[in-house]
């Protein structure tokens, strides 16, 4: 299992895709809660365009979870020290939820590194910071586990909960193995960044992305996000929160299509 060390921490990552070949890297960030595991579903269809690099953010999946609070430009560091350590200059950036407000801040703050931007469900800013203490709290004193049925329950509509309770499971399972600490310590991340101020800064080509019964970043905040950001396109799937997962088929070919096409100036 691959890592790199990033002051004093241990990240994990994978790469799919010709990695001798000359393919732009697509760089993924996962949902809080999830892992690299979440775009499984992508992942065959990404690598055949792209050199795709993964990784588990800080306090979830094999990455460490050293006690927090995390921060924003903690998120961002670790991506860049990714890039730097894997020798990577440029890259497309994908990120759903927690993993798009990394993005969001990606764009605005180290544009020279990177392409073309995907943020899916998403926000500049994910709610109050009370609702992500609070949930930072039962996190700690509970377990993570704890908000797994809630969250689950944000994630997919009941419809496809029960058309595909296999991969609800792997999901749920995933999860539910979280460390506390690091699941809290993204929560406290979460909850004290805004980038509100910082979204107009953001000059890069940029897809946003979202579902039209998503619950947990409800569509007039990923809305406004896009309408923050000049020239962004924005594309509302058939979805709750996870819609790479539910609707499969149209965010892979959604986000080729954005970053393979043309951008309209
Ligand atoms: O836990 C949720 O419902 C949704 C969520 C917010 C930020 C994130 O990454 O997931």
Same mark, same amino acid.
């Given at each position: 299992m691959p890592f790199v060390s990033l002051s004093g921490i241990r990240l994990h990552y994978r790469i799919d895709g010709d990695e001798r070949s000359d393919a732009p890297w697509l760089v993924l960030a996962n949902a809080l809660g999830a892992d690299v595991t979440m775009w499984a579903p992508q992942i065959a269809a990404f690598a055949a365009r792209f050199r795709v690099l993964r990784f588990d953010t800080r306090g979830l999946g094999c990455s460490d979870a050293p006690p927090g609070p995390y921060s924003i430009e903690q998120w961002t560091q670790d991506v860049i020290g990714l890039l730097d350590a894997l020798s990577i200059e440029r890259a497309h950036f994908c990120g759903l939820s927690m993993g798009g407000l990394i993005g969001v801040a990606l764009a605005a !703050?180290?544009? *020279? !590194?990177? *392409?073309r931007f995907v943020l899916a469900h998403t926000a500049a800013r994910l709610g109050a910071p009370e609702i992500w203490q609070a949930r930072a709290r039962q996190a700690r004193e509970q377990g993570a586990r704890s908000l797994a049925d809630a969250t689950l329950k944000r994630w997919f509509t009941d419809a496809f909960a029960e058309r595909e309770p296999l991969l609800v499971a792997m999901i749920r399972d995933a999860f539910a193995h979280m460390d506390d600490e690091g699941y809290a310590s993204n929560c406290e991340a979460i909850g004290a960044a805004d980038l509100r101020a910082e979204a107009g800064a953001i000059h890069a080509p940029t897809l946003v992305m979202t579902g039209r019964g998503d619950p947990s970043v409800a569509p007039e905040l990923t809305r406004a996000l896009a309408e923050a950001i000049a020239g962004a396109r924005f594309v509302e799937l058939d979805a709750q929160h996870l819609s790479n997962i539910e609707r499969a088929d149209e965010f892979t070919q959604t986000v080729l299509g954005f970053l393979t096409g043309p951008i309209a100036h």
């Open positions: !703050r180290h544009a *020279d !590194r990177f *392409d």
